[in-house]
Nanobody, 125 residues
Framework: QVQVVESGGGLVQGGGSLRLSCTTS????????ARWYRQGPGKQRELVAT???????IYADSLEGRFTISLDDDKTTVFLQMDNLQPEDTAVYYC???????????????????WGQGTQVTVSA
């Protein structure tokens, strides 16, 4: 079974930046829709950013333009660039990929939806 793997989390000072990456454990044809979520301590999981297959993006209002979701040229790795990080951004960040396993799956419109295990982002004051 294809797994989704996040990386790039860590500890950063307030005002700093991090770039999270999200890819699959096996080769896929292409990502259809990519989403990043986060869950802070004692909080519910929230949707942070969405990248649709028409390249449109949607962000949580609370981010105030500090985060950017993007896809590499191969359409198999998703990034979340996080700038001007604040302590309230501290959370486990999860990637959720809706992807085509193969060209045949894409033509038949049969995507697979998989969550990653999450990566911790901690922002110090």
């Amino acid at each position: 079974q294809v797994q989704v793997v996040e990386s790039g989390g860590g500890l950063v000072q307030g005002g700093g930046s991090l770039r999270l990456s999200c890819t699959t454990s096996e080769r896929i044809y292409a990502v259809n829709v990519a989403r990043w979520y986060r869950q802070g301590p004692g909080k519910q999981r929230e949707l942070v950013a969405t990248l649709n297959n028409d390249d449109s993006t949607i962000y949580a209002d609370s981010l105030e333009g500090r985060f950017t979701i993007s896809l590499d040229d191969d359409k198999t790795t998703v990034f979340l660039q996080m700038d001007n990080l604040q302590p309230e951004d501290t959370a486990v960040y999860y990637c959720r990929l809706n992807f085509w396993r193969s060209l045949v799956a894409a033509l038949k419109k049969r995507p697979i939806d998989v969550w990653g295990q999450g990566t911790q982002v901690t922002v110090s004051a």
